[in-house]
């Protein structure tokens, strides 16, 4: 089988950043990486549960709604995946410095009711904000 294109990738040289992939089908992936790989230090699962809800109900309630595809976790714990229609790596960049900020207002996880979530227990809002505003000044220095 063919290596998909993150794994293409030497994660021993990535850092903590916006790295953006080629289109494929119209559909861009940004890797919005938290965390350097396998340097030891991860996101908590319940964060990463919590950032998840609280940045996808974000971007997707912001300007840029319609070309927002996809925002999830990387099963590595280190970040997460933004797939968009339509957006550069500049515009991507302006919208996620423009949604952290929002997302770190909330003062619930959205999405966390047991009714809402197949794993309601998983949640950690501050530490999920405290992975949100380091990731922010990640992306100031951009």
Do not use: W
Not at 48 to 56: F, I, Q
Not at 78 to 94: N, P, R, S
Not at 102 to 122: I, M, T
């Amino acid at each position: 089988m063919e290596k998909i294109p993150s794994f293409q990738k030497d994660h021993d040289s990535l850092q903590p950043g916006l790295h953006m992939s080629p289109p494929q089908n119209g559909v861009t992936t940004f890797d919005l990486r938290f965390k350097k790989p396998n340097a030891g230090d991860y996101i908590s699962p319940d964060a990463l549960h919590s950032v998840e809800h609280m940045m996808a109900t974000v971007l997707r309630n912001s300007r840029e709604k319609e070309n927002i595809v996809y925002f999830g976790p990387m099963g590595c714990r280190t970040g997460f995946y933004l797939l968009t229609v339509h957006l550069d790596y500049g515009e991507t960049l302006a919208l996620l410095k423009e949604c952290i900020p929002k997302a770190l207002a909330l003062e619930e996880v959205p999405g966390a009711k047991r009714e809402e979530c197949g794993n309601y227990l998983a949640h950690d809002l501050p530490a999920a904000k405290r992975e949100l505003r380091a990731y922010l000044t990640i992306l100031e220095r951009l």
